[in-house]
């Protein structure tokens, strides 16, 4: 079962990519030796968007979403982020944009949406839960069968 979602930056200066991740952005992480970063996210959640012009399929984004983005974006600048574009609202949220270093521009947003559904246990469609429930029918009568079995055996 898959459980989360990895997110990768291609970067023209590593270091400094995951230095700034670390000390500017604050993402929680792990050192995995040699300097390689993974950063932990507690929550992450995957679009699917059409295009426009066939030839940008299969293109990637990363972004980063906040509960507060005035809050988040100030944070941010007073530990020397730069923000590229105000706060904007599009439809689904919030958005700004930051650089980083690397040649990297990432969106920052708040989103609209309500987030947590997926973490709720899934629902079995009817089908699949009354198949369910027919096995546990069958294996509970199939258990006082067999009981049975033990207690004429038991008086004989």
Known sequence: MIRGIHGLFYSSDPDATRAFFRDKVRLPGNDIGEGWWIFDLAEGDLGVHPVEDLSDAGN??????????????????SRGVVFTKPVEDHGYGLVTY???????????YQPRYTKGRSRRPARASRPVRKAAR???????????????KTRRGARR
């Not at 990637?60 to 600048?77: A, K, L, N, P, Q």
């Not at 930051?98 to 920052?108: A, N, S, Y």
């Not at 546990?136 to 069968?145: E, S």
């Open 60 to 77: 990637h984004d990363v972004s980063f979403y906040c509960d507060d983005i005035e809050g988040t974006v100030e944070g941010m600048r």
């Open 98 to 108: 930051f650089e980083v270093p690397g040649g990297i521009t990432v969106q920052l």
């Open 134 to 148: 027919k096995a546990a029918r069958a294996g509970r009568k199939a258990g006082r069968k067999a009981a049975r």
